[in-house]
């Protein structure tokens, strides 16, 4: 992806193999989050200015199979491989302070991120993980993925960013990459729906 001393790109002409982007998130295990504050994406409200906000959600069934098949995919990054992103290391913990390098297949080039979980819900009836943009990212922000479970038994899913651009790629395009964030947004909804209701 980089040449030796080089900091990694976050736009690559060649999408990376897995082992280079397991290498990637092992690199940037110690780097700074690029925002504040954490646990953003998991407070209601409005985003602060000039920041964007992306959400979908998802009616994912009802009763404990669907409630514990969305956790599971949500263990497994089910709403990732769908949207068709690569995630490494291919099993992620849970945990906060895990760090995971993923990729975004473009028509002509590749995206490639880092992010660090910042949180992690486990309660009798949401369960989920947020994590925010390490400085190999082209933006600053915050991610969260929760299902939850209400008393009728309805299982849902929530997909919500909150992010503004700073590298030179998402600040020259904003709308494309506001268009582009709300896109792979509908496509973790549409993969945790088909994920659970398979």
Do not use: K
């Not at 953003?40 to 992306?54: H, I, K, Y």
């Not at 925010?132 to 082209?138: D, K, Y």
């Not at 506001?178 to 509908?186: D, E, H, P, Q, S």
């Amino acid at each position: 992806m980089s040449g030796a001393g080089r900091r990694p790109r976050t736009l690559v002409l060649r999408a990376p193999t897995e082992r280079s982007l397991v290498d990637l998130s092992e690199r940037e295990a110690g780097r700074e989050l690029t925002y504040e504050p954490v646990g953003l994406s998991l407070e209601p409200g409005p985003v602060p200015a000039g920041w964007n906000e992306s959400v979908a959600e998802a009616e994912l069934g009802r009763g404990d199979e669907a409630w514990e098949a969305a956790r599971r995919g949500l263990d497994t990054w089910a709403a990732h491989r769908a949207a068709g992103i690569t995630v490494a290391p291919p099993s992620p913990a849970l945990e906060e302070g895990t760090v995971v390098a993923i990729a975004v297949r473009l028509r002509v080039a590749a995206i490639v991120a880092t992010c660090r979980i910042v949180r992690v819900v486990d309660e009798p009836d949401c369960y989920g993980f947020a994590y925010g943009t390490l400085p190999l990212h082209p933006e600053q922000g915050e991610e969260s993925f929760l299902v939850r479970r209400a008393a009728d038994g309805n299982v849902t899913f929530r997909a919500r960013s909150v992010a503004r651009p700073v590298q030179p790629l998402a600040r020259l395009a904003p709308p494309v990459a506001r268009l582009l964030i709300a896109a792979y947004t509908r496509l973790y909804a549409r993969g945790m729906r088909d994920y659970v209701r398979r």
